[in-house]
Structure formats: structure tokens, C-alpha cells
């Protein structure tokens, strides 16, 4: 099952003054196409106009009462996107590796507000990528998916660069050094990589000596290194149970850890129950 078929792009006119407040299954990419209104996200307000693109969360509920008719291209990443089921071993890596890439934005969004802020540059490639993307949805697709998943690609790849920018910038605004910035976007882009995850292998990174960096973060951010790492590390496992249907062994063998039960420790720790009774509580 190729990647792209589980990515769906609609486009979508609004035409009523006011679009009712709904939730997305999944995680949404929304661009405006044309128009102008007031797009409510969680009961916040965001006047909108062309160019604008937005991510949703499942948890975001949304609405638009326009002011002009609005156009937007909606790309839903359905949660089919990451199951395992049906799939070849070469299709379940390629959905590790597009999991991965997508991590980033999605465990960092919260520093987006409304739309997404780009520079004219940005927000020209945006419009041409979605412009081609609106194009290439009209055709068979046996020509135009792989060029619909590369186009996903090259949005997600620029939006979480954006929200590194933003991070770096919230962090020059606040005083805080830039290099905690610098070491939390390498720890969280190296997690699989256990020995670049080592306190020794961080500190040679940075030109620093593992106690002087250790110290450094903990001034900074409250947490020790190991403990940062293992707190993102059960971000990415919670995101996982929730969205995934890989087994908790399965979980446990790409966090690094030991076994099943060496993740459900972790996670009780973490959360209050294991990991096994958190999915369960999903169902």
C-alpha cells in the first residue's frame, strides 16, 4: 500500500458565513486557497486571508465564519497512514520514516499560533507547492502519487524548520540561550540514536564537557539531559499507542528499550499505569 494513498487532499469551498465547529480524525494541514473570515481554533480567533496555512490536531476544534467566499486545500493524514496492516516490510519502514519526520512538528506545535508565519519566500514556495499539489489530485494516479507524497514531504520538511525558527526566536525574546534550543532539536531529531544520545557523545557535539552541559540544561530547563530524553522518549510512546497499531513490544524495539515490560515501567512511571492499560483505556 503506497504511502500517498493514505494521505487525502480535498478541496473544499465554504460558502456559509459561518462552517460548523468540528474536529478532524487525524492531523489536517489547511491552506486558504482564496477568501477571507475568521478562522476559531479552540476558541481562539485568527482572522485569515489568502496564503494562510494552519496544522490541526485531532484535539483542535475548528470553524469559519468567512467574509468572502474561501477555497482551501485540505491534507488529511489518516490514521491509516500508520497502520501495519496490509503492508510490505519495505511499505512499514517507509511510514517509520514519515513518522519520524512528522514527530517534530507535531510533538512542537504548540508553538504555532493561528496560522503558520512565513517569510515571502516561504510562503511563495507554499502557494506553489499546493498549487501542484490541487493539480496533481485531478490526475490518475499512477502518475501523480508519488509526486503528491514528495510534495508532503517538502510542506512538512518546511514547516517544522518554521517552528525551529519560532522556538529559537521565543528563546532570544526570553533571554534564554540559544544552545538549549540547539540541543533539544538534536536530541529530539537523533532519538533513535542511542549513541548519539549518550551524555558523552552530546557534550562532545557542543564542545563541552558532559558535567558543564549536564549542568548548563538542568539551569535552563529543570530537567537533567537523561531525564529530557526519556520524557520526549514517552511523548513519542504516547503518540505511538495513540495513533499506531504497532504492538507495545514492537514500541519498545524502536525507543531502544529493552522489552514490553521495560516500556510499560517507563511508562507507569511517567503517566500513572503502563503502557498496555493506557492503550487499553483508548479502545
Known sequence: MPLFQDIEITMREIQTSVS???????????????GTGVHTINNNHYQYEKGNLYLLTPEDTHTFK?????????????KELFSKRNR???????ISDFFSRMEYIFHNHQNLKGHITMGQQEAAL????????????????IYSGIIIQNIVFLLLN???????????????????????HEITTYIQ?????????????????????????????????????????NRYKLNLIETRLRYSDLTIS????????????????????????TATAFRKSLA
Do not use: W
Open 126 to 141: 507554499t502557494d506553489q507547492l499546493i498549487l501542484q499539489l490541487s493539480h496533481e489530485k485531478t490526475l490518475p494516479r
Open 158 to 180: 518546511l514547516i517544522a524548520r518554521l517552528i525551529q525558527e519560532n522556538i529559537a526566536g521565543e528563546l532570544r525574546n526570553a533571554g534564554t540561550k540559544n544552545i538549549i
Open 88 to 94: 510490505t516490510q519495505t511499505d512499514r519502514l517507509d
Open 250 to 273: 514492537e514500541i519498545a524495539d524502536e525507543m531502544g528499550l529493552t522489552d514490553e515490560s521495560h516500556l510499560n515501567k517507563m511508562f507507569k512511571n511517567g503517566y500513572g499505569q
Open 20 to 34: 460548523p465547529v468540528h474536529r478532524h480524525h487525524y492531523f489536517v494541514l489547511l491552506y486558504i486557497l482564496e
Open 189 to 229: 531529531q537523533h532519538i533513535y540514536d542511542k549513541e548519539k544520545l549518550k551524555i558523552e557523545s552530546l557534550a562532545k557535539s557542543f564542545h563541552k564537557t558532559a558535567d558543564h552541559l549536564n549542568r548548563s540544561f538542568k539551569q535552563q530547563t529543570s530537567y537533567t539531559l537523561k531525564a529530557y530524553i
Open 66 to 78: 468567512t467574509q468572502t467566499v474561501t477555497n482551501c486545500c485540505i491534507i488529511d493524514f489518516t
